[in-house]
Structure formats: C-alpha cells, structure tokens
T-cell receptor
Framework: GAVVSQHPSRVICKSGTSVKIECRSL??????MFWYRQFPKQSLMLMAT?????????EQGVEKDKFLINHASLTLSTLTVTSAHPEDSSFYIC?????????????FGPGTRLLVL | GDSVTQMEGPVTLSEEAFLTINCTYT??????LFWYVQYPGEGLQLLLK?????DKGSNKGFEATYRKETTSFHLEKGSVQVSDSAVYFC?????????FGTGTSLTVIP
C-alpha cells in the first residue's frame, strides 16, 4: 500500500534554532500534503495544507513565518520550525492523499517528535 | 462549522469484551468518515472508512456504519484483544480537509 515517511522521527534542539521536518510520499505522487500538530492527549490540529508549486495554505492562528512549508516536489514537503521555543515542542504529523480512480485515502506519516529545550 | 465529537476515554476493557466507541459529527454536505488508530509510539494508521450513508467500514474485526440520520459513526468490535490497546480517532473529511475527534484511549487487560 501507499507509504508516507517522515524524517527525522525524533529531534531535540535548543531554543532559538530552526528545525526542518521532511514528509515524503514513497510510492505515489501528492500535489497536496497536510501538516498536523498533536498535543499530548489532544486531537490532531491541522496546521496547513502544502501545495506543490504554490504557497501553502495556513489554518487560522498558525504563524506562517514560524512554520515555513515548502512543497518542493510531488513527493516531498518540508516543514521548518523557525526559531523554535519550548512551546513548539509537540508531535508533528504529515499526511498525503492517495488517489485511485474516484477514491481517495489519506495516508499519514509516522510523526516527528520535537523537543525544544 | 464542521466538527467531530468523540466519546471521551480512557476506556479499559477485559480481553474478549465488546467495544463501542461513540462518534458523532456535524458537517455540511456529504463527508467521508474515518477511524484512525494510533499504537503507542507510532503515527496514525487508517483503521476503516465509509464514504457515504449506510456504508459499513470494517477491518481487523472492527466495524463502523455511516448513519446519516443520527450523524454517527460508532466504532465496534465484538471481542477485543490486548493488542487492540491504542488511541482511536474518529475523523471526517469534507472535500480536502480533515476534522478529528479528540481520541479515545483504549486499554485491554488480559
């Protein structure tokens, strides 16, 4: 089946540094990918929609300059957390839709655990 | 706006017990409905889905029926196993955006 990978799976960084998270669709192309953030014991929150070849669409309340998204190719989207702070510590998950005919299934990456010290 | 309301956990069951996790939704149009499962230390995995009213999604002994009249998509399993211990998320997709419930933690004890 379709697979979405994320790298790194876990990252620890110092406050003020930037962290890049990659999301790849391994065996299918995705013109759109989604980035979510999951807080402990809470649901996923959609942060933004990554669009290949154009600007990402951000959800209300998500800082565009803080969370930079680049959809570099049909199989890769990156999320860069700039000037990270402890409150940015979270579990970040991406997903990509896999379309076969009229059916679409959303496949999720395994997630990236970010800890900002 | 569109939303998903999910039964709060945590839920603790003995092995072979019957499981129901309630999920209701609010949406305009005709959304697709999903159940995702998150095992400890792992990302979300699609468990089952239903794309239109009266559809029943099923996988690994889990079932859920898309009920438009009650706007529900309750997850059921007749006999749970210890390996079913995980967090379960109900979700809906309207067009190209997902809305998730808060997740229900399930622990199955031997």
């Amino acid at each position: 089946g379709a697979v979405v990978s994320q790298h790194p799976s876990r990252v620890i960084c110092k406050s003020g540094t930037s962290v890049k998270i990659e999301c790849r669709s391994l065996d299918f192309q995705a013109t759109t990918m989604f980035w979510y953030r999951q807080f402990p014991k809470q649901s996923l929150m959609l942060m933004a929609t990554s669009n290949e070849g154009s600007k990402a669409t951000y959800e209300q309340g998500v800082e565009k300059d803080k969370f930079l998204i680049n959809h570099a190719s049909l199989t890769l989207s990156t999320l860069t957390v700039t000037s990270a702070h402890p409150e940015d510590s979270s579990f970040y998950i991406c997903s990509a839709p896999f379309v076969t005919g009229a059916h679409e299934t959303q496949y999720f990456g395994p997630g990236t655990r970010l800890l900002v010290l | 706006g569109d939303s998903v309301t999910q039964m709060e956990g945590p839920v603790t069951l003995s092995e072979e017990a019957f499981l129901t996790i309630n999920c209701t939704y609010t949406a305009t149009g005709y959304p697709s409905l999903f159940w995702y499962v998150q095992y400890p230390g792992e990302g979300l995995q699609l468990l089952l889905k239903a794309t239109k009213a009266d559809d029943k999604g099923s996988n690994k002994g889990f079932e859920a029926t898309y009920r438009k009249e009650t706007t529900s998509f309750h997850l059921e399993k007749g006999s749970v196993q210890v390996s079913d211990s995980a967090v379960y998320f109900c979700a809906l997709n309207t067009g190209n955006q997902f809305y998730f419930g808060t997740g229900t933690s399930l622990t199955v004890i031997p």
